[in-house]
Structures are given as structure tokens and as C-alpha cells.
């Protein structure tokens, strides 16, 4: 029971930090957007989302090590051995150390391309490449200096990460704004990007040896040390091809839209994705923070108890993830008109497009949660498939339709292989059971969601008039307000008498 105890209270601290942060941030993140597309341009807030988004795939050098770490440590953090951890975290900084310098010099080569792929812009090619290098050298700071957290997050302390990072970040947006406003400096703004990522190392490292007194990593003993751990090799293996699948979609999607349609159509898509972005953030920060729990749990071993907490994980999730796509669906396009402007809304179908794509997103989240415990990567096939998928149905489609065909090849991949093929891998490989129980489930807290949508909408229609969401905040946040709730107390009744997931939940919450 203590285990038990120790895993929800870290479970609640890391979801209370989060959640304190992820507000903060949130307002925050509106007014510095709409600062930026106002001083700076939506041409060069397209550019620095696209710079980021192509570093994002030197990313992919990374193979996945972070994750088949985290999952190696959990058996010695369950143990408290620490001659183990420190062994452990050595290999890590070895390995990073490498992947750093990969990174640099792949880096450095597609520097050279950048007058290719940004030929007619307004901008000149010295500012794209002082943006470019600066946040090449914010990523390799990570590899060569943050290696640590990694240890942070996999002993359920993430919050300590986000408390400094958040802050850190509050901090230099701020800064930047204020840049922005007085001088309009597209250098002054990349300057501060980078001098905050330089800030946040020093002080994260400090932390950690504030925590882990004890901690004695020694990166050059990290080459013998890694032939004692030959597994991390392996899970490394098998979850660099599973980052592709996750970066593909992600890092292209940007890409594609401005190839095909326009660098000002990806600013007006990243002002619907920096919505969704961080309501994904805050479901995150409110349950990915059970990650390390579900390792621990696994770890004890009991398969009854973990099947349960799969169920229960999954009523939350399909909660959670309703009342966004409803009450976003209905306040998102009144909301991006009041903030920046009628002309910055885009098509309802892309509007649903991407919600669709964000509530699979919120539902995969359980599924990966155990896989990860289970130590589940061998399906290395699964990412490749999805990345094909993607590409081939979102270049075909682009081309003829724009956005909304970029879109549609990441409904069509999540489906064939998030939907489909991850919970059967699940439930074969690690619950072993049989995955007719989980249809059952599934389909019924689906049909629970599609009630608890449209039997809320109609409902709404009676009580107030949706068009006034467009006339001033006053109406836009009394009218949020009212839609929240009313869906809120709908779908969490509907859940709670229709699956045994919620029930679990309603006790969990009223023990603790």
C-alpha cells in the first residue's frame, strides 16, 4: 500500500504543478501571439515555426533513448538502488553526447540548403540563419547539458522539470514582448529565444543535484558501462522507428502547408494548433503525469489491478477529451475572431478535422502509457506504415485540396494504426487477454460521448443564442462558462452510470 500511496501522491503533485503552469502559460501564449503577428508579421512567425519544425527532424537522431532510459529505470528506482541509477544515467550522457554531435554536424548540412528551401521571402538570409543556428543551439544544449532530467521523469518528479522550464519560459516571452512592441527586432527576439535556453541548463543541473545529492554520473566511463546494458540498445532500436511515425505527422504537417499552400496559411493554422496544442498540453500535464506510475504499477505485477487502471486511465481520457472537442467546436472560431480577427478564421471542416485528430490523440494516450510499461516497442513496423500512410495521402491529397488534404492523411494513418493496431498489440502481447473486451468498452464509451455531444448541443440550443459568442469577450466567457459546465456535468453522469472506468475513478478521488 505505501508503494501504491507514494505513486498517486506523485501522480497529484506532478498534474498540480502542471496544471498551475499550463494556465499561467495559456494566457500568457495568446497575448504574446498576438503581440508577434502584430509587430512582428504572420510571415515571420510562418518562418520561425518552420525552422523549428525542420530542426525537428534532426530530432529524429535522438533514436528514442530518453524513453527506453526512463523505462530501464524504473526496476532501479523501485529498487533504490542508486550504484544502478548512477550506471545508468552515465550511459545516458555517453550516449546523448554522441547524439549531440550528430545533430551539430547534420545540422550544419542542412543549413546549406535553407537558400533552397526559403527561395522567395521577404526576409534576407541573415536573419533566417542567425534564427536557424540559435535554435540548433538551444536543441543541442539538451544533449549536452539536460541529460539528467531524464531521471526526474521517470521517478515521478517531472514537476520539478516543469517548474523550471515554465518559469524560465514565462520569463523570456515576456521579454520578448516587450522586444517585439518597442523595437519590432527579429534579432533581439531569436537573441533572447537563445539566452533562456542557455539560463534554463544551468539552473535545471543545479536542481537536480539538489534532489540527487547522491548522483555521480561519469559520461566517460559511459562507453564500457554500455555494454553492461545491453537492452537499452535494443528498446533504443526498436523506438527510434516509433519517433518516426510521431514526427512525421508532426514536423510535416507545417512543411506540406507551406508548400502547397502558403508561409501565411501555416501562421493561421499554428493559431488554431497553438489552441489545441495546449489543451493537448494541459490533458498532458493532468495525465501524462501517471506515466511513471504505470511503469511502477507494472513493475508490482498484479494483472488484474493493472487491467482495471487501464479502464479507469481510459474513462478519464474519453471524458476529458469530449468536453474539449464539444465546447471547442462551438467557442474556437468566436474566439479566434475576437483575439485576431474575422479574417483568421479558418473552413469549419478543418476546424473539425482537427479536433477529430486531437481527440484520437487524447484516447491513443492510455494505449501508450502501458505499452511503454510493458516495455511494448517491437511493432517496428507500425510507425513506418503510419509514416507512409501520412505522406502518400497527405502530398496526393494537398496538392488537389490544400490544408484540408494535409489533414485528411492524418486521420486516415491514426486510424489504421493508432486505432486499430496498438490496443490489439496490448492486449495480446502484454494484458493477454482477449481483445473482444476491449471493443466492448471501447465502442460503448464512444457511444456514450456521441450521446453526451449531441444530446448537449441540442440541449444548448435552448438556453442561449451561439451567435452573440461573437459580439465581445463579456459574451464569449459567460456564454464558455455556461457550455463547459453543462457539458461537464453530462458527460461525466452518463460516463459514471454507463462504464466501470469512471465509477473507479469517483472512488479513487473520494479516498484520496
Known sequence: MPQQESRVKKSLLNARVNLIFYFLTLILSFFSRKIFLDTLGADFVGLTGTLQNLLGFLNLAELGISTAIGYVLYKPLFDHDEGKINEIISVFGYLYRWIGLIILGAGLVLACFLPLIFPNTQFEMGIIFFAYFAFLASSLIGYFANYKQTLLGADQKNYVVTA???????????????????????????????????????????????????????????????KKYPEVMKYTKQLFVHKIGAFTQFQMTPILTYAFVSLQTVAYYGNYTIITDKLNLLISNFLNSTGAGVGNL?????????????????????????????????????????????????????????????????????????????????????????????????????????????????????????????????????????????????????FIMAVSFFLSKFLLGYIIDLQKIFINWCYWITYAIIIVIFNMVISFLLLWVGTQGMRDFVVRVRNK
Not at 320 to 338: H, Q, R, Y
Not at 375 to 392: K, M, N
Not at 425 to 440: A, E, P, T, V
Open 298 to 446: 507494472i513493475a508490482e505485477g498484479n494483472r488484474k489491478k493493472i487491467h482495471r487502471v487501464y479502464w479507469e486511465l481510459m474513462a478519464i481520457r474519453f471524458w476529458i477529451g469530449e468536453i474539449i472537442v464539444f465546447t471547442t467546436s462551438l467557442l474556437l472560431p468566436a474566439f479566434i475572431s475576437l483575439w485576431l480577427g474575422r479574417e483568421y478564421i479558418l473552413s469549419d471542416l478543418v476546424l473539425y478535422m482537427l479536433l477529430f485528430i486531437f481527440f484520437i490523440n487524447v484516447i491513443r494516450g492510455a494505449t501508450e502509457q502501458f505499452l511503454y510499461g510493458y516495455g511494448l516497442f517491437s511493432d517496428i513496423w507500425a510507425p513506418l506504415i503510419e509514416s507512409s500512410i501520412f505522406i502518400v495521402v497527405a502530398v496526393f491529397c494537398g496538392h488537389f485540396w490544400g490544408l484540408e488534404g494535409i489533414l485528411l492523411g492524418n486521420i486516415v494513418s491514426l486510424i489504421s494504426i493508432v486505432c486499430i493496431w496498438k490496443p490489439y498489440f496490448l492486449y495480446s502481447k502484454g494484458f493477454r487477454l482477449n481483445l473482444i473486451s476491449y471493443w466492448k468498452n471501447w465502442i460503448k464509451y464512444l
Open 164 to 226: 523550471y522550464f515554465q518559469t524560465a519560459n514565462i520569463v523570456k516571452v515576456l521579454i520578448q514582448m516587450a522586444s517585439a512592441y518597442y523595437t519590432g527586432s527579429y534579432y533581439l527576439w531569436v537573441v533572447i529565444e537563445l539566452t533562456f535556453g542557455i539560463i534554463y541548463s544551468i539552473i535545471l543541473n543545479w536542481k537536480i543535484n539538489q534532489v540527487y545529492p547522491w548522483l555521480r554520473s561519469e559520461v566517460r566511463l559511459g562507453k564500457q558501462l554500455f
